[in-house]
């Protein structure tokens, strides 16, 4: 998901408050005084992995929905396929408490279930034994919640396109898929496969992930049927209704040729076929960085919304308003007038996402601080320049609060979605890049980290051990200060006419980071600790910490 603009600009407005009552930096809490959401009784339901959801997971959904366009709302049913992980009376599956389940069915049996929020707890007539694959059909309908300012509030978007016709799409990132679906509704609990059969009025098109099955008309009605084969974020899952017409392209990888098939509003056919083909040159880039686009079965398309866009797996949704020079999510700035700000990072998130998927949502920078930070790879790498790379950066430090870490607690339903996450996480990344100062094993750790994870989840842990795999460093004292501490560090130096003096200030008792400066246009390695150290200097000497390589504050002190 892109950052939301209007939230970077309160927390801006904000930590300039702060900054002035406080004295910025010095006075911010330590410990574990932070400002996290509190727990509520629903996320406790929604966040962890209670028995009641271990004891199975999904194999399969088979989604069947039809959309009552006049009504805003949804007439169901959605077929679960499990295997149960040990003997089984009951199971938890999840939907949001406004919509009404008219039955559970188990072998044309009806089940008993009860609900408590957004969880849904069905009992079964007997035990499903340990290792049994088994299915159960949830039959469900209602108003599902809209989107007050979608994809960061989501929900369903009903809007009209230019010409006065129906134009419906769904977001639902952090709300979770069950606020129209029943699924288990865990980041964890993807399914091998999914099957989407959208009924909608027959003056519609019904565009899902993956490939489109099938068409079938019934009266007034028709049924889209879309399919896809392989593992799938619930949130991921989506539908869009519009005078849709399909934009074909192709991808030609190892001499094979994949069809691409966006789908736009009719009146933009032409402009879209001239705009879209850049999403090949990203989709080429991660390749190169990042290993292989997981998702050929079931192809890659862009689907025009009427949102900004999301990263749905192999059906990224585009509301950029195919823009080239105007606004702040062109292609003008800060992306140097080369590529569709849009398409850029959601075309990313098919490796940093959905491919590799956090095993908890508090640790989602390796969703969005990956993707931001590969941004300025693709800039450093398309203008062969690592200063190009470093400008991006950049453009982007002043949105860094430093207010609540980037990690939050796990098992709490936390989507950790705010701006930190997505900038500082790029500067940690380009941090760490410094500190190990080595871009041979720096790529080979983020191309390894993101082949031998594809298709999986991973978490900081997983990541820093990848780190200590390949450099035979613990860098947890890192991770420590830059992912759970909110505390940006500062290098306090000061200089006399023979020496300079440096020490850390802001940082955690463990932090041993090592630090480039320039000295007189030379560039040394110092290992500062939390009591001054010092070198001997010649008068007049220039010294620059390097604070376009590592994330630090540089404070001059007064000479004591
Ligand atoms: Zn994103």
Redesign the pocket.
């Known amino acids: 998901?892109?950052?939301k603009q209007g939230l970077i600009m309160k927390k801006i407005i904000f930590s300039i408050l702060i900054c002035t009552m406080l004295s910025c930096q010095e006075n911010r809490p330590h410990g574990n005084q932070y400002n996290l959401p509190e727990l509520t009784p629903n996320n406790f339901l929604i966040g962890h992995l209670n028995e009641n959801r271990s004891s199975y997971r999904v194999s399969f959904y088979d989604i069947n929905i039809d959309f009552d366009i006049e009504k805003k709302s949804l007439n169901g049913f959605v077929t679960i396929k499990a295997q149960s992980i040990r003997d089984l009376h009951k199971l938890q599956i999840d939907l949001a408490e406004n919509l009404n389940i008219k039955k559970v069915t188990h072998k044309n049996q009806n089940l008993s279930f009860s609900r408590e929020f957004d969880a849904v707890l069905i009992d079964f007539k007997s035990t499903i034994k340990k290792n049994s694959i088994f299915e159960f059909t949830v039959f469900y309908e209602g108003v599902p919640q809209s989107a007050d300012n979608p994809p960061w509030a989501g929900g369903f978007t009903w809007s009209k396109d230019k010409d006065g016709r129906d134009w419906i799409a769904v977001s639902c990132e952090g709300e979770g898929a069950r606020i129209w679906w029943p699924n288990k509704d865990h980041i964890t609990a993807e399914g091998d496969s999914v099957r989407m059969a959208y009924t909608v009025p027959s003056n519609l098109v019904a565009v899902g992930n993956g490939k489109l099955r099938s068409v079938k008309e019934f009266g007034d009605k028709t049924t889209y049927e879309w399919f896809v084969s392989n593992p799938i974020n619930n949130y991921n899952i989506s539908v869009q209704i519009g005078n849709y017409v399909a934009v074909q392209d192709t991808f030609l990888k190892d001499s094979q040729t994949h069809f691409m098939n966006h789908y736009v509003l009719d009146y933009n056919r032409e402009l879209a076929s001239n705009f879209f083909p850049q999403s090949k040159e990203v989709i080429r880039f991660y390749e190169k960085y990042f290993g292989d686009y997981q998702w050929y079965e079931d192809g890659y398309k862009l689907i025009e919304v009427p949102y900004l866009g999301m990263?749905h797996q192999s059906a990224v949704t585009y509301g950029n308003g195919f823009s080239i020079y105007n606004g702040v999510r062109s292609k003008s700035w800060p992306m140097y007038g080369v590529i569709d700000p849009l398409i850029m990072?959601?075309t990313?998130?098919e490796w940093?996402?959905n491919s590799v998927t956090a095993s908890d949502p508090t640790h989602i920078w390796i969703?969005?601080g990956l993707?931001?930070y590969s941004e300025s790879i693709y800039f450093e790498d398309k203008f062969d320049s690592y200063e190009v790379g470093v400008h991006y950066l950049n453009t982007i430090k002043n949105r860094i609060v430093n207010e609540i870490p980037i990690v939050g607690r796990e098992n709490e339903n936390h989507w950790a979605l705010h701006g930190d996450t997505?900038m500082k996480g790029a500067w940690v990344m380009h941090t760490l890049r410094s500190v190990i100062s080595d871009d041979q094993i720096w790529f080979e750790i983020l191309k390894e980290f993101m082949t031998e994870n594809a298709k999986g989840f991973a978490n900081t842990n997983d990541f820093f051990k990848k780190v200590y795999d390949k450099t035979g460093i613990d860098y947890w004292y890192f991770a420590q200060q830059y992912f759970y501490s909110p505390n940006q560090p500062q290098l306090e130096y000061y200089q006399t006419d023979s020496k300079f003096f440096y020490k850390w200030n802001n940082v955690n008792d463990n932090f041993i980071m090592p630090l480039d400066l320039l000295v007189n246009g030379n560039e040394i390695r110092v290992i500062p600790s939390q009591y001054f150290q010092s070198f001997e200097i010649e008068k007049h000497s220039q010294i620059e910490v390097m604070d376009w390589k590592f994330y630090v504050y540089p404070k001059e002190v007064k000479f004591k």
């Open positions: 998901m892109y950052l990263e990072h959601e990313g998130h940093f996402g969703h969005e993707q931001v997505y």
